[in-house]
């Protein structure tokens, strides 16, 4: 059977852990708050109404398509691709190719960072495994303007964070929607998390702490894995009706 994405991938193992996948969700949730294009994601409704649910649903496209059998994968690609087309059929105008290019730079960036923080330092031949499957996603898309390489995606990364980020009203009110949707005590482990993933660009608009103790509780990460206790993360970070979605995230991995 040929998948989408090889079974002894790099992307695989980021996405195969659910504490990984977790900073992702973090720091994706910081980088649409800033994006010029998040009225897109008001538009529906559905971001401000249930924003860790519209997150997550973003996070498990991405895990559908990662660890699906290439058929499989192409139809959930164009299952995206026909969503976004019915929103800007709503809304009588085109979401920018920027925007996309956004959600997938910030994708492969984010599963760079949260995969070092966590376990170890990716190789270059890695990190640009991970730039060929996001852009494989992007063509399927039709995207243009996509960066031939790795390094040339570096480049465009820093480009679109210098260009496409903003905090306003919008930003603000999500956070609102943020601290609403997890409580005080998991939002602000939320922050935490979002320090220790995201680009210098995003901490310096959305002002995060400056501390990052969260780092201090991760130190003990590898021993907590051994003596399985490493659900900590997920209970701290997300409500107790995402446990059992959190939990499948690593099921449906040792399954593939």
């Known amino acids: 059977m040929?998948?989408?994405?090889d079974q002894d991938s790099i992307v695989r193992k980021i996405w195969g852990k659910a504490d990984t996948i977790l900073f992702i969700f973090a720091g994706a949730a910081a980088e649409f708050a800033l994006n010029k294009a998040v009225d897109w994601l008001y538009f529906t409704g559905r971001l401000p109404a249930d924003p860790l649910g519209r997150l997550f649903s973003t996070v498990t496209y991405s895990r559908q398509i990662i660890f699906s059998e290439q058929n499989a994968a192409l139809q959930a690609i164009d299952k995206i691709t026909a969503i976004h087309r019915g929103v800007?059929?709503?809304r009588g105008a085109q979401i920018p190719d920027w925007a996309y290019r956004d959600v997938l730079f910030l994708?492969?960036?984010l599963s760079i960072s949260s995969y070092e923080l966590l376990e170890r330092p990716l190789t270059t031949a890695e990190k640009a495994e991970i730039f060929r499957v996001f852009k494989r996603v992007g063509k399927r898309m039709q995207l243009t303007g996509l960066p031939d390489g790795y390094a040339a995606y570096l480049i465009m990364r820093h480009e679109h964070l210098q260009q496409n980020l903003v905090s306003g009203k919008l930003t603000i009110d999500l956070y609102n929607q943020y601290r609403k949707h997890l409580g005080p005590i998991r939002y602000q482990v939320l922050k935490q998390a979002q320090l220790l993933v995201v680009s210098p660009e995003v901490k310096k608009h959305l002002h995060l702490d400056?501390?990052?103790w969260l780092k201090l509780v991760l130190g003990g990460y590898k021993l907590f894995k051994l003596i399985?206790?490493?659900g900590f993360l997920r209970d701290a970070l997300l409500?107790?009706?995402?446990?059992?979605?959190i939990k499948d995230l690593d099921r449906s991995y040792i399954q593939s």
């Open 107 to 109: 994708l492969i960036d």
């Open 2 to 5: 040929e998948y989408f994405v």
């Open 88 to 90: 800007e059929a709503s």
């Open 239 to 245: 409500p107790a009706a995402y446990k059992a979605q």
């Open 210 to 212: 400056k501390v990052a």
């Open 228 to 230: 399985k206790l490493e």
